[in-house]
C-alpha cells in the first residue's frame, strides 16, 4: 500500500497550490482521507479530512476553513487538497493519510493508519 503525495513547492504568500495524493496497492473508497501538516517543531495536525458515505462530508480546521478545499476522485482512487490565499503560517510537510479502517469517521491524526511521505509547502510573505 503506497499514498504518494505531490503538488508541494515554494508560493507567495497569498497564492495557491493544489495537492495529490494517489493511492495504490488497494482502494480507500470506503475510507476517510486527509490530509495533515506538520511544521518544524511542532507536531502533526489535521488539516482537512473527507469521506465517501454521508455524501462525502468533509471537515476542515479552523485555521484553513474557507480558504482550504478537499476533494477526492474515487476512479483515480486519488485525494486533493486546493490550497487559496495561503499564508505564511501555511507553510509545512503535508502528509496524506487514510483511516485505520472504513466506515470509520475520522478526523484526528491517531484515526488514521496508512501515511504517504509528505511534500513540502512553503510560503514567502
Known amino acids: 500500500v503506497q499514498l504518494q503525495a505531490s503538488g508541494g513547492g515554494l508560493v507567495q504568500a497569498g497564492g495557491s497550490l493544489r495537492l495529490s495524493c494517489a493511492a495504490s496497492?488497494?482502494?480507500?473508497?470506503?475510507?476517510?482521507m486527509g490530509w495533515f501538516r506538520q511544521a518544524p517543531g511542532k507536531e502533526r495536525e489535521v488539516v482537512a479530512c473527507?469521506?465517501?458515505?454521508?455524501?462525502?462530508?468533509?471537515f476542515y480546521a479552523d485555521s484553513v476553513k474557507g480558504r482550504f478545499t478537499i476533494s477526492r476522485d474515487t476512479a483515480k482512487n486519488t485525494v486533493y487538497l486546493q490550497m487559496n490565499s495561503l499564508k505564511p503560517e501555511d507553510a509545512a510537510v503535508y502528509y496524506c493519510?487514510?483511516?485505520?479502517?472504513?466506515?470509520?469517521?475520522?478526523?484526528?491524526?491517531?484515526?488514521?493508519?496508512?501515511w504517504g511521505q509528505g511534500t513540502q509547502v512553503t510560503v514567502s510573505s
Open positions: 493519510a487514510a483511516a485505520k479502517g472504513p466506515y470509520y469517521s475520522a478526523t484526528s491524526v491517531r484515526d488514521y493508519g496508512y
Open positions: 496497492g488497494r482502494t480507500f473508497n470506503n475510507y476517510a
Open positions: 473527507i469521506n465517501t458515505w454521508l455524501g462525502g462530508s468533509a
